[in-house]
């Protein structure tokens, strides 16, 4: 079992939906991840909070907002998404140094129609 | 050059062998080296941390690492087909911060 809860496991939404995947940890990390991951790749970084507080942005498409209301939630809200936005979304925490692992949740997969 | 580099394989051994997976990277001050096993469809999962030189053991893994060279490696003894996944090497350059960088990733296949 994961100590990073994401949801919802699977998600399916038009072009023109809004909606949110939502990551919650109870490990005391101060640092929470947005990951995008596609078939065959590794993870990509979109986002880094740290003490609540963005601390990273990936240049990542503003059709994507993150939002972390505490220390142990993170959101992603979407809105009009492509098509080649389907993809495996992980969310991560560690502890804020920078020699810390991450540990990440089981993911959403999102599919775009 | 890639900051994180694996051969992404496939690599195959038979089961009861070492499998020896291998990266390097191109920042010569970072601390912080990490793998992750990914099993298709799931998420990463940290198996390891290594920050000295030298080998790290725990259980059938030896993570070892060499700053001079820029290379840290996993060894998995007696492997078994359930070891079969994607193994990402991570690390933590050190002027990106808060900030792991992967590796493509190798992909291993143990034979029964």
């Known amino acids: 079992d994961t100590e990073v809860t994401q949801t919802p496991k699977h998600l399916v939404m038009g072009m023109t939906n809004k909606k949110s995947l939502k990551c919650e940890q109870h490990?005391?990390?101060?640092?929470m991840y947005w990951y995008k991951q596609k078939a065959k790749k590794p993870p990509e970084l979109m986002f880094v909070y740290s003490y609540e507080k963005l601390s990273i942005n990936e240049s990542v498409p503003s059709r994507f907002s993150p939002e972390c209301p505490n220390s142990s939630l993170l959101n992603l809200h979407l809105h009009a998404l492509q098509p080649e936005d389907s993809a495996l979304y992980l969310c991560?925490?560690?502890?804020?140094?920078?020699?810390?692992?991450?540990?990440f949740g089981d993911g959403t997969r999102l599919s775009i129609l | 050059q890639k900051e994180v580099e694996q051969n992404s394989g496939p690599l195959s051994v038979p089961e009861g062998a070492i499998a020896s997976l291998n990266c390097t990277y191109s920042d010569r001050v970072s601390q912080s080296f990490f793998w992750y096993r990914q099993y298709s469809g799931k998420s990463p999962e940290l198996i390891m941390s290594?920050?000295?030189?030298g080998d790290k053991e725990d259980g059938r893994f030896t993570a070892q690492l060499n700053k001079a060279s820029q290379y840290v490696s996993l060894l998995i003894r007696d492997s078994q087909p359930s070891d079969s996944a994607t193994y990402l090497c991570a690390v933590n350059i050190m002027e990106y911060g808060n900030k792991l960088v992967f590796g493509a990733g190798t992909i291993l296949r143990v034979k029964s």
């Open positions: 290594i920050y000295s030189n």
């Open positions: 490990m005391g990390h101060r640092a």
């Open positions: 991560a925490s560690s502890q804020v140094a920078n020699n810390q692992p991450q540990h």
